[in-house]
């Protein structure tokens, strides 16, 4: 199953050669001792149209004029002339010889010197004068901007072709090319157009991009794969010191700290559309770091950038990812402003780094064109719009994408459309990509019904025993205006059957105004998160976990009831407000949630009914979504988020219990410190104003569970502090693999080093305790309980460990002093 799975992502390719090209050339360098000369530089013969060879020594070059021969440079070896004797050379092996009298020439090799280094004098020139270049110097800015996204299996033998598994799908070979980059041959699949006006106002700070016409092929009613191509393509500029991709920093060559990280050698100088530029080369000082390799042409007199190439190298620290490269090319407009018009990028997504590797290429090529400057425009076209779509862009004829484009399709780029179309006709090509959006969404699809989510099927708990769960929803599209979800669940030792039901209904699809209800009766463990929810689906981890560390028998029976209304007038903020009627019982004999309802402490009541009405903020800056309906998908890029809830309790409504205030805020704040990798770090703060039973009190969440769950205490048991008030901070940082990259012996295993301190404070009011007749003692961390961990993530590229110390409280009964929790992940 797992092979079927990537068969999408890590197949299909034929051996045809594109006739495109006249020159094409690839192979190693090598020295006396043949070892590969990592960073050699390749040139076609009498021309400026070169490449850099990886740590390997392995190249690619090709052009479409006929060369032949190429020149291999290298300082510390002497210059290698190589004939070509044909115009397409694979798997040349290029060996240079160390050089007896090196000229004395301006250019360095290895750790180049920081001193008297003239690429290190023009850079300094361009750290000065990048403010100065492109848009930056204009208050408004306009132009059109065309986008193509194109995804391509490659690197696939006719062996491989001749599988019984590509039985009725043979005429998809028919389409292959080869890449200008690698050399590599491959297969397009998917392919996505766009075209864009683009508003500027760098007064505000704010770019606005209208769609005007969209047109794509394969998966695209697939919002993973969409979430994934919005997350992948993120805008990036050269000029900044750190540019991200993958949701991971890499140093920009062009950044002030490139000098601690990078080699650079001032290799050439020529007139470039009549300027005169410098070329400079850049290779990194480190293995393991998150880098570039490459070369860029800078004027001598604005010290803009003309055109750069860079292609991350194979060491960086960085998973599914095997190649990624980059090209932008800049215009001179009125002698002096240089404007980036044309920017691509190349990323090789394999199961590993191995040359041989099948894989998948995911491709951007975006266009600009007609640029208009300081033409003001209301300050209300750079507003986002919360919710809309304009289905007429997807509607564009041929004869508009003909007239429109910035550039024509290639012929086997024009031929994805039918091909694919076709393709999708072919039922076993249907069946695997079905069983693709399964394993992506967790559902599977029958008509209008989604069944699962099918990771939930199956559960353990002390309580229930082996608990099984079915369940489905509604699904039309990924831009339906309602939905409707539901489950079942049954415990094998409890003998009992739960459900769950909820709708959702967009009435207002331009403010997101949604109208929602349902009903769920289970078991639950209320212990397990601080902030409360009102999410009728909400599955619990900590209650139908398969395994736990300790006894989970502290549940809860559950029968909530709640309807809302929710409306985002500002893109990224909500507000939603709510009724919930609640009934609350233990599931256990061994635990209780009995309280004394007298004040002579005589009386005990064990079943908790709460009638509460709720106002919640959720506003998350910078957050990304795919989709226009009720229900929408997130792109995984790293966002703030705030989140304020407040309850209030009513006393007597419906046979309601108590009367109480409650409010909790929820903080979360994600840093990318450059090379050092990112940070998170998470506050909450809870006050519950009124007198309450244990089950409507604040339990600090521990974590029973072998893995790690985020928002809890790893060394906490359930139950094992309860607070009516408390404020958390969390705080762990990643540091991507910049310390054992370091170390030799461990770079090979891309390990990333993760650390982090965990803190709570609260307290009980006196009152509070005065009710409990539950039997449990009430704890809370009022000397601020606090916990620090260590881990090792990346193991494998999909698993993590996390060692845990408890920094205190270490006399609490069954107090766990010390932890290991993991967990999976799929992580670039």
Known sequence: MKNKFWFLLLVLCGLTCSLNAQTKVSGIVYDKTNQPVPFANIV?????IGTMSNEDGRFYLESPVTYNA?????VGYSDRVVVLPKA?????????????????VLIYTGKTSKKDNPALDILRKIWERKRKNGLAQFDYYQMEKYEKVEFDMNTIDSAFMKRKFFKGMEFIFNHVDTSKVTGKTYLPVFINESLYEVYGNNKLKKVKEKLKANKNSGFSDNQQILSFVND???????YNNHLTFFDKSFTSPLSKTGIDVYNYVLRDSAYIDKKWCFNILFYPRRKNELTFKGDFWVSDTTFAIKKINMAVTKSANINWVKDIYIEQEFEVQNDSIFLLTRDYMMSDFALNKKEESKGM????????????FNIEKPNSLYKDEVNYIDNDVYNKSEAYWKENRFENLNKDEKGIYKMLDTLQTVKKFQRLYDLVSILGSGYIQFGNFDYGPIFSTFGFNDVEGIRVRVGGRTYFG???AWRLQGYTAYGFDDDKFKYGVSGKWMVDKKKRIILSGGNRRDVEQIGASLTSTNDVLGRSFASSSLFNTSSNGKLTNINLTNVAVEIEPVK???FQTGFSYRTLASASPTFSLDYFTDASQTTTQSEVKQSEVNLQIEFTPNRKTVGYGVERSVVDSPYSRFFVNYNHGFKGMLDSDFDYDKIQLYYKQPIIIGPLGRTNIILEIGKTFGQIPLGLMNVIPGNQSYFTIENTFNNLNFYEF???QYATIQWNHNFGGRLFGRIPFMRKLNWREIVGVKTVYGSITEENKAINASGLTYIAPENGYWEYSAGIGNIFKVFRIDFTWRGNYLNTPEAQKFSVKGSFGFYF
């Open 478 to 480: 990924p831009n339906d």
């Open 232 to 238: 992948l393509y993120s805008d990036y500029d050269i």
């Open 722 to 724: 309860v607070t009516d």
């Open 70 to 74: 190429i020149v291999v440079t290298s």
């Open 88 to 104: 397409i050379n694979y798997d040349f092996k290029v060996v240079v010889s160390a050089a007896e009298n090196l000229k004395e």
């Open 44 to 48: 076609f013969k009498d021309s400026n």
């Open 361 to 372: 290429y995911g491709k951007r090529t975006t266009l600009y064109q007609n640029h208009q």
């Open 572 to 574: 990224n903020l909500t």
